[in-house]
């Protein structure tokens, strides 16, 4: 069989069944399609040899009968995933070194499904960024290129799982575990034509995930369709005592949500997403969207969300106080990089430490947590940020009592190059726009890819659900995948 | 609302313990100021009445019961400190 | 008495609140499942969450929220059924996270009071603010190297109740009646062991100093007591020290103090450019704490009689003596032993007999001794033994002392060591009556100055009696036939 890698989860799991394929052959074209995924620079780690073993494993757990949904599958692990005596650095040099003593929830949870670790993805530091332009490892490229007159250019894979969309678009994983803070997952497959779901906030145990901002903060996964996203979503959701704030509810079988029957669903259309200076192309593909909706015997509900104008600003205090907070812990003392100088104190310890260890758009958004958080702004800046993502959450439920899942773009315009919005940290922020107001709720939320842009980028639409409903999520997400049948695929100009 | 200038940038550094060259702290305060401006706009949102919302989660926290089920793995605790002596973590002395 | 400062231009009074951190008694952390044992090896009683791993979230203990609820019922406070947890932001070595735990906008327990014992029967209520959860931090050892200071986390994460008074002390003695009483409470309900040495209690202390009748002045807060006689101290030089600069003209600067017990003066900790600035928020890690009406019954029906209670009964139904009660019920094994012992010696003895002799002979023993109660060679048992040996005129008093001595020493029964020594007191007035017949015929000179009006020489005799009968004669019964043979 030639090119293994480019099988979709669902086709290995069932060719692995029935005995048609080992999870070693499976994991050995894999390894190799790391290798050449080196330019993409979307692994910072691989774990061939782990890889390996756990492969031979999962053959033998295939052949004793104890198959899973993910046993002998291939995946890549966002760098944030505490995986056991391997890379965890969230991708920020303050970490220099650093391999934990345990393993996240959410990563073991797919070993004990049988999964096979391929190594450690790429991301924005500390998941804060829209381009993964702000990883201590570098920038990862994505694997669709601008296509213009004067030939093809380089293009951000969105952030910040960008090494998680980047591996699953470029075939060098099957899935990749991802988290979604204000758009994380959602935002970066929609750039790269991949599927992406973020589930409600709770279902995913945040345990052995290094935090960026915890109210916020929440796994999900990157696959190359909606029903890979639902086999690997099942296998990472489920309570956990270890983090309290994971709901202590039975996961649903996710895949057998994908029934293709939306008729009288009813779909939520938000008038306040057609934002002004939205490109074109972005409300083509939605009202594209739209009509497939309607195709497939929805109902289309016109709804309002009138905080959504808030949600970016609001997020854009709520997170960095957190994280101010969250990162306190990178002081030098217990972990990671230490930088001392001769005959100072603990107090220039610290200081040199998180200056050196530090990007800047981290140190940027620590300063501002720590702003809005400091004495006489507290109440003007966050205490107000948490009034109106009190009104914000409003708005979905008020919306959600009129439909049942509401469709809108994912991000306000398709890949771009490196650089176009680095040295603007506003202008990036604007990325979130569509996905930050569903992170504020703590609802589940998912991109599917729709369509190409005039310059053969990928653009994706957003699904968006009541909490705990990830099941119509999906099962809407999947008509709307067979609607769009998006079979484009980049060329493979880094093999 | 506020404008943050140079002596404002220091004393965030010094809060968040991050060393800012005094070269960097104008041209950050206004990077800062940007973002705060356009955060401002919250201002326009009626929040009267309204409670905070420090998390999505609708349940009740639940409880651990009083039973030893960690520690006792000092190797582990210290395994990836970038100093450690005679079991304990070694840090720079505080100067006061 | 009020007490008052005498400074050069007049009289302070002095306003004094306690922020009281309480080692809550528990097996395990307050976020986490290590163990919060006193003395292990460094760095050992440290799960991952404790050190601050990254990744790593706190799940909260039951048995510290069911203690600070028991706490709270114990003074009487408001039960909050619904508190939250934030985030106290600060850099320290020993404190892994960046940020303590703590409750600050919604303690779990709200106002309360605590009856504080001032001798003389007087007490007075000192107002409590409240009551919250909170971790404590680790230990930093800056005296092992010279360059390091090294980091035990042992500590880290172990659940401290704060006890929040309100400003209603007014002299170093109330401070310490207070501390005194609130460990005593804690004690009793089991809820912190008062270990001050080991720090399993210590004290921020405010102060602030006025003259009569004006505003309070600027408060300062002394850091970490750990022992009742600092507090009393430290308040005292404290309050001195601010009349000093009042009178000189200046003013207070509110700022943390340090106690220096050696110098006896109290020291500035932080220098102001370095101002702390908690920047409290929701810890998103933690959902609101919540429980029931069920919860906080199950709570208070686990709550043994408290030391009021305790007082006022021994009071009132066992006609105790204020004294006495307050003694008793200082400690909590003070208490249950002066109980142990009534209960053996049956219904009807005499409890207030009982209790002089558990505050006298026997507390003096074991101070002496240097021995606990819990240690004491002399059990309840024993003791009832020995006093009922009193109270059925078996011994005399005098006796009895000198048998408790050898009990003490020996950790003999009471009976043997009458037996033993033969020390059982002659009542026969038979056989007493022969030895005093003999002893007025043996000496008709002090009988006739007896009678002639030397009536004193009655001591005289008695003391022939007892000499002959070996001390053993019981005097009572002496004084009873031999006066009327001496009056002829």
């Known amino acids: 069989m030639t090119d293994l890698n480019k099988l979709k989860i669902a086709e290995a799991r069932d060719l692995l069944g029935k005995g048609e394929l080992s999870s070693v052959e499976l994991t050995e074209a894999h390894i190799s399609a790391v290798e050449a995924s080196k330019p993409l620079n979307a692994y910072i780690e691989s774990t061939s040899e782990i890889a390996r073993t756990q492969a031979k494993s999962a053959d033998a757990q295939i052949k004793a009968g104890n198959q899973k949904g993910m046993t002998g599958i291939p995946v890549g692990i966002k760098d944030l995933f505490a995986t056991k005596g391997v890379h965890t650095q969230a991708c920020s040099k303050i970490l220099d070194g650093f391999k934990p003593e345990y393993e996240s929830t959410v990563t073991q949870n797919l070993w004990d499904d049988g999964a096979v670790m391929l190594g450690k993805l790429n991301m924005d530091e500390f998941a804060m960024g829209s381009s993964n332009e702000t990883s201590f490892y570098g920038n990862v490229l994505n694997p669709w290129r601008l296509k213009t007159a004067a030939g093809e250019k380089d293009t951000v894979p969105g952030g910040s799982s960008g090494g998680s969309v980047s591996a699953v678009a470029g075939f060098a994983a099957m899935g990749a575990t991802a988290s979604d803070t204000g758009g994380s997952i959602r935002q970066p497959a929609a750039f790269t034509g991949t599927f992406g779901i973020k589930p409600t906030y709770g279902r995913c145990s945040r345990f052995g995930m290094v935090a960026f901002a915890s109210s916020l903060d929440q796994a999900g996964v990157i696959t190359r369709d909606v029903r890979d996203g639902a086999i690997m979503l099942e296998s990472i959701s489920g309570f956990d005592p270890k983090d309290s704030t994971s709901a202590k509810l039975d996961v649903p079988n996710f895949e057998a949500a994908l029934t293709g029957d939306i008729k009288g669903l009813k779909v939520g259309i938000p008038a306040e997403y057609r934002l002004e200076g939205t490109p074109q192309e972005i409300l083509d593909i939605w009202d594209k969207g739209i009509q497939w909706m309607k195709e497939a015997g929805a109902e289309i509900v016109e709804i309002s969300l009138p905080h959504t104008k808030y949600a970016l600003p609001t997020y854009y205090i709520v997170a960095p106080a957190e994280a101010s907070s969250n990162l306190a812990r990178y002081d030098g003392v217990r972990y990671g990089l230490r930088e001392t100088v001769d005959g100072d104190g603990l107090i220039p310890m610290y200081e040199e430490t998180r200056a050196a260890g530090f990007g800047e758009e981290v140190q940027r958004r620590i300063m501002i947590g720590t702003y809005v958080l400091s004495a006489g702004y507290y109440d003007a800046y966050y205490l107000k940020a948490q009034r109106v993502r009190q009104l914000i959450s409003r708005d979905f439920k008020e919306a959600f009592e009129k439909c049942d899942v509401i469709l809108t773009p994912t991000a306000p315009s398709a890949a771009f190059e490196f650089g176009a919005k680095s040295d603007d940290p506003l202008a990036m922020y604007l990325n979130d726009v569509f996905t930050v107001p569903a992170s504020l709720a703590g609802i589940p939320g998912s991109s599917v890819p729709a369509g190409l842009d005039k310059d053969g980028l990928p653009l994706g639409l957003q699904i968006l659900g009541k909490a705990w409903d990830e099941e119509t999520v999906l099962k809407v997400s999947h008509v709307l995948e067979m609607a769009a049948a998006f079979t484009h695929q980049p060329s493979e100009w880094w093999r | 609302m506020s404008e943050i200038d140079k002596a404002t940038v220091a004393k965030i550094a010094r809060l968040s313990r991050i060393k800012i060259d005094e070269e960097k702290q104008a041209a950050l305060a206004g990077e800062l100021n940007n973002i705060l401006g356009w955060i401002e706009q919250l201002e326009e949102v009626d929040t009267d009445g309204i409670e905070p919302m420090a998390s999505v989660v609708d349940t009740k926290l639940k409880w651990r019961t009083d039973v030893i089920t960690d520690g006792d793995k000092q190797e582990s605790v210290l395994k990836n400190a970038p100093k450690a002596e005679y079991g304990f973590f070694a840090v720079p002395k505080v100067i006061e | ?488």
């Not at chain 3, 007049?10 to 008694?25: C, K, P, T, Y």
């Not at chain 3, 609130?182 to 270990?195: E, Q």
């Not at chain 3, 106690?259 to 600035?277: C, M, N, Q, W």
């Not at chain 3, 006609?319 to 142990?340: C, M, P, Q, T």
């Open chain 3, 1 to 488: 008495m009020t007490y008052l400062i005498q400074g050069a231009t007049g009289d302070f009074e002095v306003v004094i609140g306690l922020e009281v951190h309480a080692q809550v008694i528990s097996n395990a952390k307050l976020f986490s499942g290590a163990s919060t044992e006193f003395g292990a090896e460094p760095n050992s009683n440290v799960s991952l969450v404790d050190a601050a791993m990254p990744g790593m979230l706190p799940t909260i203990n039951e048995e510290c929220v069911r203690q600070a609820v028991r706490a709270g019922l114990a003074i009487g406070a408001q039960i909050n059924k619904y508190s939250k947890f934030d985030r106290k932001n600060y850099f320290y070595a020993d404190l892994p996270q960046g940020y303590q735990i703590s409750q600050f906008t919604h303690p779990i327990v709200g106002e309360g009071v605590v009856r504080i014992d001032l001798g003389d029967g007087k007490t007075k209520d000192i107002g409590i603010e409240r009551i919250h959860l909170e971790q404590d931090a680790g230990k930093s050892m800056h005296d092992q190297h010279p360059e390091y200071t090294y980091v035990d986390l042992n500590r880290t994460g172990v659940a401290l109740m704060e006890c929040v008074s309100m400003p209603h002390m007014r002299s170093p003695d109330e401070a310490a009646a207070y501390i005194t009483k609130l460990r005593t409470i804690f004690r009793y309900i089991d809820a912190c062991d008062g270990n001050m040495e080991q720090g399993s209690m210590r004290a921020d202390v405010n102060v602030s100093v006025n003259r009569p009748g004006e505003e309070w002045g600027t408060r300062c807060e002394i850091k970490n007591m750990n022992s009742v006689r600092f507090i009393r101290q430290a308040i005292e030089v404290e309050a001195r020290r601010q009349v000093d600069i009042i009178e000189d003209g200046g003013s207070i600067d509110q700022e943390t103090r340090q106690f220096d017990p050696v110098k006896g003066i109290t020291r500035s900790l932080r220098s102001k450019e370095d101002a702390h600035d908690y920047r409290y928020f929701p810890d998103p890690d933690l959902l609101p704490l919540e429980f029931d009406d069920a919860f906080v019954e199950a709570a208070r029906a686990s709550l043994p009689e408290l030391p009021d209670a305790k007082h006022d009964r021994f009071v009132s139904e066992l006609g105790l003596s204020d004294y006495n009660a307050s003694v008793l019920v200082a400690e909590k094994e003070n208490a249950d032993y002066f109980e142990a012992l009534l209960e053996a010696m049956g219904a009807g003895s005499d409890a207030k007999k009982a209790s002089n002799w558990v505050t006298g002979d026997l507390f003096g023993a074991l101070n002496k001794a240097g021995k606990p109660i819990g240690n004491s060679p002399v059990s309840p048992t024993m003791g009832a033994e020995l006093l009922k040996l009193v109270a059925e005129d078996v011994i005399s008093g005098r006796v009895a002392k000198e048998v408790f001595a050898d009990m003490f020493e020996t950790g003999k029964g009471a009976a043997q060591i009458v037996d033993e020594k033969g020390l059982k007191q002659v009542s026969d007035t038979g056989e007493l009556e022969k030895v005093i017949d003999d002893l007025i015929a043996a000496n008709p000179g002090q009988v006739e100055q007896y009678r002639a009006g030397k009536t004193k020489l009655i001591g005289f005799f008695v003391g022939q009696v007892m000499k002959a009968t070996g001390g053993s004669a019981n005097p009572g019964v002496v004084n009873k036939i031999l006066k009327p043979k001496l009056d002829g």
